[in-house]
């Protein structure tokens, strides 16, 4: 059976049009069509240009078109509609079109800028178009311009052009987001402009909300291992108070995996990597079946095989008398910062009636990795760990201290430690999507999931040869949510609205170890049980008497209830280290509890105003809070808590404009905010103590903009880049420990600047698309903490990261010479920048600084290979 697109007779022409004056005589036609069902884009695509296409209803069952907005000759927009496809247009005698698989490979899209897809349509002399990657930032798929909200949106081949497969990849490819790995490849803590969580542990909720498949993550342990095979990858930046899952005062990033097609076919791709006289080797593999029409599966998974690029110099025979740690067993003196994981992922589309969809997706991941290293970048002369190890062993804190320096200058990618690092992960999540359009005008839609994880940390947090401070973090838990979802239109479109019901709960238990000053090991048991629910609801009302004038509203309230208990334990199992009052619990009672809810309302307005189709005006007006809840370190009642929720109130102004300039066409995309930032939740030292705690600093005052740009100054060429600010200091930050009132806010760059370029090489496409990429990102300082800034915290440079940059480029041929093999050649950090990511800060309590160290240059390459019947 044949579905038929369009009536009337139009130009003939295929996929791959040959270049004459039948062509050139063909005129351009304004389209429309926004990204979605390829059939649904054929038939928009026959009624505005004037063109009949024939097909089976099979062929084009389940593929996805992009949106396509402009004039275009009838050939050039209907590659751009097919591209990726893998079908093509034939003639028939009369001019009507006929679909059929495509003979020759598709071309892979070209990825030009974070917000944007370029479409590579063959040479001409039309205007080049940007496609959208399709968002989803107000729970309804949206082109990212026509939302009122400061959006980054990354396509799925973006990310595989660029070889990002952890999140703090994307620091150089998003404006205003700041993302550190903390203290494991398993942890993942997420700023934006400047709002973020200061650890992630127990009890705390994180200031940016992560979604994977629309599920939230509530505690960050395992999202890095879950890039790859990806949809796209969306950074919402600001509070979300109002339609996702979780409150956050930062804002939400929502990574969508690669959902089944009804398109038989397989990828295998496999790379190797090059860097500090070590190796590394990736692959991933993706399995696409439809097994019958309304049942579609898709498989996948992800193996990572890297050498540590950190070499453990410490002195087998220095460290004899701490190589065994009493909570993590024999030092193994192997490499540091490796990577060994394996991921898998296995999703269902069903559709067992034309208005019901329901997707399952069952993913998980291992890993077990040698663990990190640190640097030790000052040691306090007069500090706890210069007096304990003060030459009665071998060798001194300070000897061990003047060696590692010495040695660094020779080789930075280098380090000591004493003890048996590690991490390690094993993670289950399984989730369902389902929809029932119910009507034209009404869709119910139910989302739940559950996560499993288990995970456990073993880190050495003084970069010496000596047992200054060990800590071991062994954490289990699991995460249940369940969000019902009802999206309408009514008063005949002038409403667009989204309410639900959402609950969550967690449960982590913790049983942490440390070992100080060599010590005996202290135990720390924390179990916390944590529940949300939450009501919301949100509505845009185009105004019929202004034409492209929309309101939006929006308003949730939330219900938390935390629970939590701690417990400390000395060697003795007897003795009780815990204090009410500066007197020890009894030993039968060794324990802090708490329970505590917050009830608060949070909010979203906005108002935006279209010119026309490329030009939209927006403000927006925001309320967002993060839950309060109780101290996970604390070892007394007068630290325990409850600390308080905080709050962000935002205001954001912006602009998203396409500009066409003659054949070329930029795209810029502008906002400016101003954020008031209340009850902050940060973690601190406390006095005379390893360990920090949470307090809520009083205020802070959070300005800033973005500035995001695309340039296509002719077809195959696209320049792109970012600049992004944010003046963030406390107005009022006073705790025990000193006054912090005027510091920078830690992990926040002030400016970023992004610049990249990517070019396909003109030549004939029957040898396939060759492109040059290059992409430099510089940010200016970092500090480490909120708190230990000034000559009190030891020397200036061991407080942040200074201001630098990173170049990386590729070459990739993709479909060579008109197979189904792809090749690309890269080449990370080319300038061989040493960074310093992250810092720890103990120079006033056990005498020194540390910090993580950044990767070296990375060389590689990467082979590709596409299968579609």
């Not at 026959?46 to 004039?71: H, K, M």
């Not at 991490?423 to 029932?436: E, G, I, K, P, Y």
């Not at 003795?572 to 280290?577: A, E, G, V, W």
């Not at 915290?793 to 480029?809: C, D, I, R, V």
């Amino acid at each position: 059976m044949l579905g038929a697109a369009g009536a009337a007779m139009g130009p003939a022409f295929a996929q791959e049009p040959a270049q004459g004056p039948a062509q050139a005589e063909q005129a351009t036609t304004s389209f429309d069509i926004p990204a979605g069902d390829l059939a649904d884009a054929l038939d928009r695509y026959a009624e505005q240009g004037g063109t009949q296409i024939l097909y089976t209803p099979e062929l084009v069952e389940g593929r996805q078109a992009a949106a396509l907005s402009g004039r275009y000759r009838p050939d050039q927009a209907l590659r751009l509609l097919l591209q990726g496809s893998g079908l093509e247009a034939q003639a028939v005698g009369d001019g009507t079109l006929v679909l059929r698989r495509g003979q020759t490979p598709a071309p892979r899209a070209t990825q030009a800028a974070p917000a944007t897809m370029i479409a590579a349509a063959e040479p001409a002399a039309e205007v080049s178009a940007i496609e959208e990657v399709m968002v989803t930032a107000r729970r309804k798929q949206e082109r990212q311009q026509d939302v009122p909200l400061a959006v980054t949106a990354l396509s799925g081949t973006f990310l595989e052009d660029n070889s990002i497969n952890a999140l703090s990849d994307l620091n150089s490819h998003v404006p205003a987001l700041h993302v550190d790995n903390f203290n494991s490849p398993t942890t993942t803590n997420i700023g934006i402009r400047a709002v973020r969580s200061t650890d992630i542990a127990p009890g705390q909720d994180s200031a940016v909300g992560v979604y994977v498949a629309e599920v939230n993550f509530g505690y960050t342990i395992g999202v890095s291992q879950t890039m790859y095979d990806m949809q796209s990858v969306e950074v919402l930046k600001g509070p979300q108070g109002t339609l996702f899952g979780r409150n956050t005062t930062g804002g939400a990033m929502l990574l969508t995996p690669a959902r089944p097609t009804g398109e038989t076919g397989y990828s295998l791709s496999a790379g190797s990597s090059f860097f500090e006289g070590r190796s590394g080797y990736t692959g991933v593999g993706v399995l696409n079946l439809p097994v019958s029409d309304d049942l579609w599966l898709r498989a996948g998974v992800s193996l990572i095989n890297r050498d540590g690029y950190l070499t453990n110099v410490a002195s087998r025979t220095d460290t004899a008398g701490y190589q065994m740690s009493p909570s993590v067993g024999m030092t193994n003196f192997k490499p540091l910062n490796d990577d060994q994981s394996t991921s898998w992922r296995l999703s269902a589309l069903w559709r067992p009636a034309e208005a019901v969809e329901s997707y399952f997706l069952y993913q998980g991941s291992h890993l077990n990795a040698n663990g990190i290293g640190y640097s030790i970048n000052a040691l306090n002369p007069q500090g706890y760990t210069a007096l304990v190890f003060n030459g009665v062993t071998l060798p001194s804190a300070q000897e061990a201290y003047d060696r590692i320096q010495a040695e660094r200058a020779r080789d930075f990618w280098s380090t000591e430690s004493n003890i048996n690092s590690f991490n390690r992960l094993d993670m289950h999540v399984v989730s369902n999507a389902t929809t029932w359009n119910i009507d034209d005008g009404l869709l119910l839609k139910n989302i739940v999931g559950y996560r499993h994880f288990e995970r456990d940390d073993s880190i050495d947090f003084d970069g010496l040869p000596l047992q200054v401070l060990e800590v071991r973090h062994p954490d289990s838990g699991h995460e249940f949510s369940e969000e019902l979802q009802m999206q309408g239109k009514s008063a005949g479109g002038a409403f667009d609205w989204v309410a639900g019901l959402y609950y969550a709960g967690q449960v982590i238990d913790r049983r942490s170890t440390q070992v100080v000053l060599a010590g005996a090991p202290i135990t720390t048991p924390v179990d916390t049980d944590n529940k949300t629910y939450a009501a919301f609801a949100q509505a845009t009302w185009r105004v019929p008497s202004v034409e492209g004038l929309s309101l939006t509203g929006g308003l949730r309230y939330t219900r938390d209830e935390r629970k939590q208990e701690n417990r400390r334990i000395g060697a003795d199992p007897n003795t009780c280290l815990l204090t009410s009052g500066g007197q020890a619990l009894p030993a039968d009672d060794c324990v802090l509890r708490g329970e505590a809810h917050y009830d608060e309302p949070t909010y979203s307005l906005s108002a935006d105003y279209k010119f026309d189709r490329d030009t939209l005006v927006y403000l927006a007006h925001r309320r967002g809070y993060r839950s309060g809840g109780f101290d996970y370190a604390a070892t007394d009642t007068e630290t325990f808590g409850p600390f308080k929720p905080e709050f962000v109130t935002d205001f954001e102004l912006g602009l998203k404009k396409d500009w066409r300039l003659g054949d070329s066409l930029l795209r810029t995309n502008v906002a400016a905010y101003t954020q008031d930032y209340k009850d902050i939740q940060r973690f601190i030292s406390r006095p005379g103590q390893p360990a920090v705690g949470v307090t809520n600093a009083a205020s802070a005052t959070i300005s800033g903009g973005e500035l995001e740009l695309t340039f296509m100054p002719f077809d195959g060429l696209s320049l792109s880049g970012f600049y992004g600010l944010v003046f963030a200091e406390y107005d009022d930050f006073l705790t025990g420990e000193g006054d912090f009132s005027d510091n920078q806010f830690a992990q926040a760059p002030r400016e970023q600047l992004s610049l990249s370029g990517d070019w396909r090489l003109p030549i004939e496409t029957r040898y396939g698309n060759v492109h040059l990429r290059a992409d430099w990102y510089h940010q200016t300082r970092v500090f480490y903490t909120d708190t230990a800034q000034g000559p009190d915290y030891g020397p200036a440079g061991s407080q942040y990261q200074k201001a630098y940059g990173l170049l990386n480029l590729s070459l990739a041929w993709n479909s060579i010479v008109g197979s189904d093999f792809d090749l690309s050649l890269f080449a990370r950090n080319v300038g061989e920048t040493k960074t310093k990511p992250f810092g720890v800060q103990l120079y006033r309590s056990l005498g020194y600084n540390i910090s993580s160290i950044g990767d070296p240059r990375v060389i590689g390459l990467e082979l590709n290979y596409r299968f579609n019947l």
